[in-house]
């Protein structure tokens, strides 16, 4: 396995993931429209890739071709990450937001203006990274459910739980 930071390395252009994982480079776009992925964005505007990268498109791949689970299906199984107990998002601010209210994307395809989100860096932010491949999803969920801000007393809101 590569060391963090060599995985981390956002090395490859758009043409290189692509190839590495077998599919298109319109593919890829797609899952990045789609909310699955957010590639590193160089100054030129240009996507990058890291290995990590490449191991989370394994998963998605894994999961809509294998487990013909479909883009909606991983979208709305990433939709269901508590970000707000990650992040420790105040219970005021939850309330208010989408990614709190609403079960239908990932909270990083959200706009995030007026509330703790709102300077993050969602690339960088440990609700997208640590929830980056197939096995760390089940494995973190069942961390966060034994998390008291995740028991109805605490976290009570308006439509959403896990
Ligand atoms: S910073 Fe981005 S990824 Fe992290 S919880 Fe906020 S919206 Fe989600």
């Not at 252009?13 to 692509?18: C, G, K, T, V």
């Not at 998002?89 to 079960?103: D, G, L, M, S």
Request: hydrophobic share 35%.
């Amino acid at each position: 396995m590569e060391p963090d930071n060599v995985a981390d390395a956002t090395v490859l252009p758009i043409s290189s993931a692509a190839h590495l994982l077998g599919i298109s480079v319109q593919t890829l776009r797609m899952y990045e429209r789609e909310g699955l992925i957010i590639p590193h964005k160089r100054q030129s505007g240009q996507r990058a890739y890291s290995l990590k990268d490449v191991d989370r498109l394994r998963c998605i791949r894994k999961a809509v071709n294998e487990e013909r689970v479909g883009i909606e299906g991983v979208r709305r199984v990433l939709a269901l990450i508590p970000c707000w107990a990650i992040v420790g998002c105040p219970q005021e601010e939850r309330v208010a937001c989408r990614a709190y209210t609403e079960a239908s994307a990932p909270c990083w395809t959200f706009k995030h203006e007026s509330n703790i989100c709102a300077t993050r860096d969602c690339r960088a932010c440990d609700v997208y990274k640590s929830l980056g491949d197939c096995a760390s999803i089940k494995s973190r969920l069942r961390d966060l459910l034994s998390v008291s801000s995740l028991t109805p007393e605490a976290g009570r809101g308006p439509s959403r739980r896990v």
